[in-house]
C-alpha cells in the first residue's frame, strides 16, 4: 500500500501561503493608493475602486480584501483619526497624506480586524512606509503603530512582549 493518495494534489501543486500574504499586501499597496487620493482630491470610494479596478497590480491583489479594507478604513477616517491623535507628536493635518493613509490603514487592521495578529499589522504598515514614505518615516510609522497595538490589544500586546 502507498503512503500517497491519489486524491490530494502533490505539495507542488497546492497554493502556497505566501501567494495568500503577497495579495494581501498589494490589497494594502492598493488601499494605500485608494486613501491618498480619497485624502488629496476627496474621491467618493465608488470612484476610487472603480480607478484601481484598472490599476496593473488589480489582479494580483486579494480582491475581497481590496474592497473591505478600503471601505473600512474610508468609512472610519474621522474615528482612526482620533485613535491617531493620542499617539502622534504632531497633528494629523501635519501628516504626509502618504503617513497619514498608511496610519490609518494599520490602525484599522488593529482595532477593526482582530484575526489579523498585531505584529503583522505593524509590519505591513512599516513595509508601505518604507516603499511609499519619506526617509525614515517607516521609524516613526512603526512607534505610532506600537502605541496603538498596545492601546487598541492590550492582551495581545502584552502576551507578546514578555
Known amino acids: 500500500m502507498s503512503d500517497i493518495d491519489n486524491n490530494q494534489p502533490d505539495a507542488a501543486a497546492r497554493p502556497k501561503p505566501v501567494k495568500a500574504a503577497r ?6 499597496e492598493l488601499v494605500l493608493k485608494g486613501i491618498y487620493l480619497g485624502l488629496m482630491n476627496q474621491k467618493a470610494v465608488r470612484d476610487i475602486m472603480r480607478e484601481l479596478a484598472d490599476d496593473p497590480d488589480f489582479d494580483k491583489a486579494d480582491d475581497e480584501y481590496f474592497r473591505q479594507l478600503l471601505e473600512g478604513v474610508a468609512s472610519n477616517m474621522s474615528v482612526l483619526d482620533a485613535r491617531l491623535v493620542g499617539s502622534l507628536d504632531r497633528q494629523v493635518s501635519e501628516l504626509s497624506p502618504i503617513e497619514h493613509a498608511i496610519l490609518c490603514i494599520a490602525a484599522y487592521e488593529l482595532i477593526y480586524d482582530v484575526t489579523i495578529p498585531y505584529r503583522v499589522a505593524i509590519n505591513e504598515g512599516v513595509e508601505l512606509a518604507k516603499l511609499y ?11 505610532v503603530l506600537d502605541k496603538i497595538a498596545a492601546e487598541a490589544r492590550p492582551d495581545e500586546f502584552q502576551r507578546n512582549r514578555r
Open 23 to 28: 495579495s494581501r499586501r498589494k490589497s494594502r
Open 133 to 143: 514614505g519619506g526617509t525614515d518615516g517607516h521609524k516613526y510609522v512603526n512607534g
